[in-house]
C-alpha cells in the first residue's frame, strides 16, 4: 500500500475511541431528553380541545361563510398563537375557524378577516403547489389519534387544492443526500384525494369552505370518537404563521403529538368503491440518421376498495405513468450513486406504509425498482395488487407487483413487501418489521432476492426520541456480512435539535429492491443544532447555529469519507436568509475512480471549503435562492453554485429558472458541468393547467423538453396531454426522441 495510507494505522486507536464516544454519545442524548422529560411541568402541555358538532343540514359549499346559516349557529375557534415573527403573541388578523361534520363528509369553514385585503398574496394556483409563501389556511386531522400519522390540507384565497399523507409526524432523514431533490421523508404531497374547496375574496378579507369526504380518508368507526387536529393561518404581509394548538420553535403543523383534540365524533363504516380506468395513445418519433415513428394505444384500469374504514384495497392493470413529471436531470461528481425520488402516484399512495431504514441513504425498500431498470429504461409493469391502512394501532402493508420481461437482459419479476408495525400512541412509540422480496419468472431466469427487518422507535416524552432498524439480506451466493442496522437518539424541544446515531452496512448486504446511497460503511454521525430568538439584535429576527458531523469508514477502520459542517444562519423577518458555514472534509481513496474522464488517484484527501447560502423574501414576487461552495476537492478546487430564481406573474403564471455549476479544477485535469432548467406553468383554474420543464446537462450533452397539459377531475384523473423530446448529442450521430402521449382517466364511485 502507498505511504498514504499510514495516517489511518497511526490513527485506528483514535478512530475506535471516537466511534465508542459516538455510541455513548447515543445514549447520553437518550438519557440527557428523559431527565429533562422527567422535569417538565406537565401543565404546560395541555393541549386545546372542542367537542365536534354533527350536522343534520349540509353546508351548501360555495365559499361563502359569513352569511351561511349553518355555520351561524356554531361557536367559532378564534385563538390562533404566532410562532413567526412573534413567538407566542396572538395572530395580527381575526381568524374565525368552524368544524362539523355529517355521516358522510367532514366539513371546515374559516373566516381570514384582513384589514388590508389589498395586500392578500397568491403566489401559486397549481395543486399542492408551497402554501407557506402567501395567504393560505391549512389543518391536519389525525384520524386515528396516533400521534403520528395524518391528512393534511389547505388552500390559499384562489381556491387551490392542498392534500398530503404525512407520517412519523413528517420526519425524514436530517442529512439526507442533497441530490435527491425530493422529499424522502414523512410528507407525501402526490396523495391526491376526492375532496371540495371554494373561497370567497371581500372587503373581511376571504373566507373558505372545505368538504372532505368520508370515504376519501381513513378512520376508526365507532361513538365518541377522538381526533388529533390543528389549524395554521399565514398572512404574507407580515410574513407571519400562526396555530391554533401552539407549537415550540422548529416544529410545524405536522408536529402531531403537540396536536389539539376534536373529541365526540359519531363515525359509521363508509362504503367506498372507485373504478379507475384509463385510454391511451402514443406516438413515438426516433431520428437518427434516419426517422422512425411508432404510434401505440394501450387501456388499463385501478380499483380503490375499502375493506374497512382503515384498510384499503388497491387493484392495478396494465399499469401506466405517461402522465408524471420527469426526472431531475443530475451530474455524478462523486463516486457514489445519485438518488432519484419516486413521482408515481401508485407508488406513492400511503408510501410512509413500506418505508424502512434511512430514507435516501438505506432505503430497504424503493418503488422505483419496479417497472424503471438500472439503466432508467421503462419496464412494463402487467399489474398487481396492494392492502394498507391501519387495524386498531396497527399499520398494515402488503404489495406484490408483476412486470414484464425486457428483452434478454431484464426477466419477468415478481415483487413483494409485506409490512407491519404497531403504534404506541401515548408514547410516540412503535415497533414492527418488514419482509420485502423480488423472484423472477419465465425462462429468463435470475436470482431471487430477499430482505429481512425489524425496526422501531422508543418516545421518550414529548421532547426525545429513539430510533431504529435490524436488517438482513438473502442472495444466492453472499452468506456472510448481509446485514444492516442504525441506532439514533434524537432530542428536540425550544429550538434544539441535538442528534447522534451510527450506521452500519455489512460488506455483504444486497437489498435488489431497495436503495443503497453507498455499500458497506460504518457511519457515525451527529448533529447540534439551536434555533434562538435573542431580544437586542437589531434587525435580525432569528439566528440558528449548528454543527454537523459525519463519516463513512470501511470495516478495516479506513476513513472512507469525513464531512464536518459548522454554520450559523441569520434570518430576517421578511424571510431573507444569510447562511455562513465552513466544511471540514476528508476523502479516502483506496481504488483510482474517474469523474467524468478526469482519473482520481489513491490518496487520503483533507479539504476546507466555505459555503454561504442567500435566500431572499420567498413572498416577494421575484425570488433568489442561492448555494454556493468554494474549496479543496480531491487534492484540486471546486466552486460549487446552485441558484434557484422564482418570479410569479399574478396568481395564475409561475417560473422557475434552475442553474447549477460546479468548476472542478483536479490535478489529472479540469471539468466543467452545468445543468440547467427552465420550470414554466400557467394555472387556467386550480384543476387546468400547463407545465414545462426543459433541461440540458453539459456533461451527457442531453437537452430535453416536458410539456404537460392537465384538466383534473377527481383525485388527479382526468385528461393529461404530454410532450417529451431528447435530443442527445453525445452520440457520433447525434439522437432525437419525441413521445406525444394522450391519456384520459375516469373515476367511477360505483358506491
Given at each position: 500500500?502507498?505511504?498514504?495510507?499510514?495516517?489511518?494505522?497511526?490513527?485506528?486507536?483514535?478512530?475506535?475511541k471516537f466511534l465508542d464516544m459516538l455510541r455513548s454519545l447515543v445514549?447520553?442524548?437518550?438519557?440527557?431528553?428523559?431527565?429533562?422529560?422527567?422535569?417538565?411541568?406537565?401543565?404546560?402541555?395541555?393541549?386545546?380541545?372542542?367537542?365536534?358538532?354533527?350536522?343534520?343540514?349540509?353546508?351548501?359549499?360555495?365559499?361563502?361563510?359569513?352569511?351561511?346559516?349553518?355555520?351561524?349557529?356554531?361557536?367559532?375557534?378564534?385563538?390562533?398563537?404566532?410562532?413567526?415573527?412573534?413567538?407566542?403573541?396572538?395572530?395580527?388578523?381575526?381568524?374565525?375557524?368552524?368544524?362539523?361534520?355529517?355521516?358522510?363528509?367532514?366539513?371546515?369553514?374559516?373566516?381570514?378577516?384582513?384589514?388590508?385585503?389589498?395586500?392578500?398574496?397568491?403566489?401559486?394556483?397549481?395543486?399542492?403547489?408551497?402554501?407557506?409563501?402567501?395567504?393560505?389556511?391549512?389543518?391536519?386531522?389525525?384520524?386515528?389519534?396516533?400521534?403520528?400519522?395524518?391528512?393534511?390540507?389547505?388552500?390559499?384565497?384562489?381556491?387551490?387544492?392542498?392534500?398530503?399523507?404525512?407520517?412519523?409526524?413528517?420526519?425524514?432523514?436530517?442529512?439526507?443526500?442533497?441530490?435527491?431533490?425530493?422529499?424522502?421523508?414523512?410528507?407525501?404531497?402526490?396523495?391526491?384525494?376526492?375532496?371540495?374547496?371554494?373561497?370567497?375574496?371581500?372587503?373581511?378579507?376571504?373566507?373558505?369552505?372545505?368538504?372532505?369526504?368520508?370515504?376519501?380518508?381513513?378512520?376508526?368507526?365507532?361513538?365518541?370518537?377522538?381526533?388529533?387536529?390543528?389549524?395554521?393561518?399565514?398572512?404574507?404581509?407580515?410574513?407571519?404563521?400562526?396555530?391554533?394548538?401552539?407549537?415550540?420553535?422548529?416544529?410545524?403543523?405536522?408536529?402531531?403529538?403537540?396536536?389539539?383534540?376534536?373529541?365526540?365524533?359519531?363515525?359509521?363504516?363508509?362504503?367506498?368503491?372507485?373504478?379507475?380506468?384509463?385510454?391511451?395513445?402514443?406516438?413515438?418519433?426516433?431520428?437518427?440518421?434516419?426517422?422512425?415513428?411508432?404510434?401505440?394505444?394501450?387501456?388499463?384500469?385501478?380499483?380503490?376498495?375499502?375493506?374497512?374504514?382503515?384498510?384499503?384495497?388497491?387493484?392495478?392493470?396494465?399499469?401506466?405513468?405517461?402522465?408524471?413529471?420527469?426526472?431531475?436531470?443530475?451530474?455524478?461528481?462523486?463516486?457514489?450513486?445519485?438518488?432519484?425520488?419516486?413521482?408515481?402516484?401508485?407508488?406513492?399512495?400511503?408510501?410512509?406504509?413500506?418505508?424502512?431504514?434511512?430514507?435516501?441513504?438505506?432505503?430497504?425498500?424503493?418503488?422505483?425498482?419496479?417497472?424503471?431498470?438500472?439503466?432508467?429504461?421503462?419496464?412494463?409493469?402487467?399489474?398487481?395488487?396492494?392492502?394498507?391502512?391501519?387495524?386498531?394501532?396497527?399499520?398494515?402493508?402488503?404489495?406484490?407487483?408483476?412486470?414484464?420481461?425486457?428483452?434478454?437482459?431484464?426477466?419477468?419479476?415478481?415483487?413483494?413487501?409485506?409490512?407491519?408495525?404497531?403504534?404506541?400512541?401515548?408514547?410516540?412509540?412503535?415497533?414492527?418489521?418488514?419482509?420485502?422480496?423480488?423472484?423472477?419468472?419465465?425462462?429468463?431466469?435470475?436470482?431471487?432476492?430477499?430482505?429481512?427487518?425489524?425496526?422501531?422507535?422508543?418516545?421518550?416524552?414529548?421532547?426525545?426520541?429513539?430510533?431504529?432498524?435490524?436488517?438482513?439480506?438473502?442472495?444466492?451466493?453472499?452468506?456472510?456480512?448481509?446485514?444492516?442496522?442504525?441506532?439514533?437518539?434524537?432530542?428536540?424541544?425550544?429550538?434544539?435539535?441535538?442528534?447522534?446515531?451510527?450506521?452500519?452496512?455489512?460488506?455483504?448486504?444486497?437489498?435488489?429492491?431497495?436503495?443503497?446511497?453507498?455499500?458497506?460503511?460504518?457511519?457515525?454521525?451527529?448533529?447540534?443544532?439551536?434555533?434562538?430568538?435573542?431580544?437586542?439584535?437589531?434587525?435580525?429576527?432569528?439566528?440558528?447555529?449548528?454543527?454537523?458531523?459525519?463519516?463513512?469508514?470501511?470495516?478495516?477502520?479506513?476513513?472512507?469519507?469525513?464531512?464536518?459542517?459548522?454554520?450559523?444562519?441569520?434570518?430576517?423577518?421578511?424571510?431573507?436568509?444569510?447562511?455562513?458555514?465552513?466544511?471540514?472534509?476528508?476523502?479516502?481513496?483506496?481504488?483510482?475512480?474517474s469523474i467524468s474522464g478526469v482519473t482520481v488517484d489513491t490518496n487520503?484527501?483533507?479539504?476546507?471549503e466555505l459555503q454561504l447560502v442567500v435566500i431572499t423574501n420567498p413572498?416577494?414576487?421575484?425570488?433568489?435562492?442561492?448555494?454556493?461552495?468554494?474549496?479543496?476537492?480531491?487534492?484540486?478546487?471546486?466552486?460549487?453554485?446552485?441558484?434557484?430564481?422564482?418570479?410569479?406573474?399574478?396568481?395564475?403564471?409561475?417560473?422557475?429558472?434552475?442553474?447549477?455549476?460546479?468548476?472542478?479544477?483536479?490535478?489529472?485535469?479540469?471539468?466543467?458541468?452545468?445543468?440547467?432548467?427552465?420550470?414554466?406553468?400557467?394555472?387556467?383554474?386550480?384543476?387546468?393547467?400547463?407545465?414545462?420543464?426543459?433541461?440540458?446537462?453539459?456533461?451527457?450533452?442531453?437537452?430535453?423538453?416536458?410539456?404537460?397539459?392537465?384538466?383534473?377531475?377527481?383525485?388527479?384523473?382526468?385528461?393529461?396531454?404530454?410532450?417529451?423530446?431528447?435530443?442527445?448529442?453525445?452520440?457520433?450521430?447525434?439522437?432525437?426522441?419525441?413521445?406525444?402521449?394522450?391519456?384520459?382517466?375516469?373515476?367511477?364511485?360505483?358506491?
Amino acid at each position: 500500500m502507498k505511504n498514504w495510507i499510514l495516517p489511518f494505522k497511526k490513527n485506528v486507536h483514535w478512530q475506535l475511541k471516537f466511534l465508542d464516544m459516538l455510541r455513548s454519545l447515543v445514549i447520553l442524548v437518550g438519557l440527557f431528553s428523559a431527565s429533562i422529560v422527567a422535569a417538565q411541568n406537565t401543565a404546560s402541555m395541555v393541549r386545546p380541545n372542542f367537542e365536534a358538532t354533527a350536522l343534520e343540514e349540509a353546508p351548501q359549499i360555495d365559499g361563502e361563510v359569513i352569511n351561511d346559516p349553518v355555520w351561524a349557529q356554531l361557536t367559532p375557534i378564534t385563538d390562533l398563537v404566532q410562532t413567526s415573527p412573534r413567538y407566542g403573541a396572538a395572530i395580527s388578523e381575526k381568524t374565525h375557524i368552524r368544524v362539523a361534520y355529517t355521516d358522510k363528509t367532514f366539513y371546515v369553514a374559516v373566516v381570514c378577516f384582513d384589514q388590508n385585503p389589498d395586500k392578500i398574496v397568491v403566489s401559486d394556483s397549481r395543486r399542492d403547489a408551497d402554501l407557506n409563501d402567501e395567504d393560505s389556511f391549512l389543518f391536519i386531522i389525525d384520524t386515528y389519534n396516533d400521534q403520528q400519522n395524518g391528512f393534511l390540507f389547505g388552500t390559499n384565497s384562489s381556491g387551490m387544492e392542498y392534500d398530503a399523507q404525512i407520517d412519523r409526524e413528517g420526519q425524514g432523514n436530517f442529512n439526507a443526500n442533497r441530490q435527491q431533490g425530493g422529499v424522502v421523508g414523512g410528507t407525501n404531497i402526490n396523495w391526491d384525494a376526492s375532496w371540495t374547496v371554494k373561497t370567497q375574496l371581500g372587503a373581511f378579507g376571504w373566507s373558505a369552505e372545505f368538504a372532505i369526504p368520508l370515504n376519501s380518508i381513513r378512520f376508526t368507526s365507532g361513538k365518541s370518537v377522538t381526533w388529533g387536529i390543528n389549524f395554521q393561518r399565514n398572512i404574507a404581509k407580515n410574513t407571519e404563521t400562526a396555530y391554533w394548538a401552539s407549537l415550540p420553535l422548529g416544529f410545524d403543523i405536522k408536529r402531531l403529538s403537540l396536536a389539539g383534540k376534536m373529541s365526540g365524533l359519531e363515525l359509521k363504516s363508509p362504503k367506498n368503491l372507485k373504478v379507475i380506468p384509463y385510454v391511451l395513445g402514443q406516438n413515438a418519433r426516433t431520428q437518427q440518421g434516419t426517422v422512425q415513428t411508432k404510434t401505440t394505444g394501450d387501456v388499463g384500469m385501478d380499483v380503490k376498495y375499502s375493506l374497512t374504514p382503515g384498510l384499503t384495497l388497491d387493484l392495478t392493470y396494465n399499469t401506466d405513468f405517461a402522465q408524471v413529471e420527469v426526472d431531475e436531470q443530475q451530474v455524478n461528481l462523486d463516486r457514489f450513486n445519485l438518488f432519484f425520488p419516486e413521482k408515481r402516484a401508485f407508488f406513492l399512495e400511503n408510501a410512509g406504509q413500506f418505508t424502512v431504514g434511512s430514507p435516501g441513504e438505506v432505503d430497504l425498500f424503493f418503488s422505483r425498482r419496479i417497472g424503471i431498470g438500472d439503466a432508467g429504461e421503462l419496464v412494463p409493469i402487467v399489474g398487481g395488487a396492494r392492502v394498507s391502512g391501519k387495524i386498531g394501532q396497527t399499520n398494515v402493508g402488503l404489495l406484490s407487483m408483476f412486470t414484464q420481461a425486457v428483452g434478454e437482459a431484464i426477466p419477468e419479476n415478481n415483487y413483494s413487501v409485506a409490512r407491519i408495525n404497531h403504534d404506541f400512541a401515548k408514547s410516540r412509540s412503535s415497533f414492527g418489521g418488514v419482509f420485502v422480496g423480488k423472484s423472477p419468472l419465465g425462462t429468463l431466469g435470475g436470482d431471487d432476492n430477499q430482505v429481512f427487518a425489524l425496526d422501531g422507535k422508543l418516545g421518550i416524552g414529548k421532547k426525545a426520541q429513539i430510533t431504529g432498524f435490524v436488517s438482513k439480506s438473502a442472495t444466492p451466493g453472499i452468506t456472510t456480512d448481509d446485514h444492516a442496522f442504525q441506532i439514533n437518539g434524537i432530542y428536540n424541544w425550544d429550538g434544539w435539535n441535538i442528534r447522534a446515531g451510527y450506521t452500519e452496512v455489512g460488506e455483504g448486504f444486497n437489498p435488489e429492491v431497495g436503495f443503497l446511497l453507498r455499500s458497506a460503511f460504518k457511519k457515525p454521525d451527529f448533529l447540534i443544532f439551536k434555533q434562538w430568538r435573542p431580544e437586542n439584535l437589531g434587525p435580525i429576527l432569528e439566528v440558528r447555529p449548528h454543527i454537523s458531523y459525519r463519516s463513512y469508514w470501511n470495516f478495516d477502520n479506513q476513513l472512507i469519507s469525513s464531512f464536518t459542517h459548522v454554520d450559523n444562519h441569520w434570518v430576517w423577518p421578511s424571510g431573507f436568509e444569510v447562511h455562513t458555514g465552513i466544511n471540514f472534509t476528508q476523502e479516502g481513496v483506496l481504488t483510482p475512480f474517474s469523474i467524468s474522464g478526469v482519473t482520481v488517484d489513491t490518496n487520503l484527501y483533507k479539504h476546507e471549503e466555505l459555503q454561504l447560502v442567500v435566500i431572499t423574501n420567498p413572498n416577494a414576487k421575484i425570488n433568489l435562492s442561492n448555494r454556493t461552495v468554494i474549496g479543496g476537492y480531491y487534492g484540486g478546487n471546486r466552486v460549487v453554485t446552485s441558484n434557484t430564481i422564482n418570479a410569479r406573474f399574478g396568481d395564475k403564471f409561475n417560473v422557475a429558472l434552475n442553474l447549477n455549476y460546479n468548476q472542478l479544477e483536479l490535478p489529472n485535469g479540469d471539468i466543467n458541468a452545468f445543468v440547467g432548467g427552465t420550470r414554466l406553468s400557467y394555472s387556467f383554474t386550480p384543476r387546468m393547467f400547463v407545465q414545462s420543464l426543459i433541461q440540458r446537462n453539459s456533461l451527457s450533452d442531453i437537452t430535453s423538453v416536458n410539456a404537460r397539459f392537465g384538466w383534473l377531475q377527481n383525485a388527479n384523473t382526468g385528461l393529461f396531454v404530454v410532450l417529451n423530446l431528447i435530443e442527445d448529442q453525445s452520440l457520433e450521430l447525434p439522437k432525437q426522441t419525441q413521445f406525444f402521449t394522450i391519456k384520459y382517466t375516469y373515476q367511477i364511485d360505483a358506491l
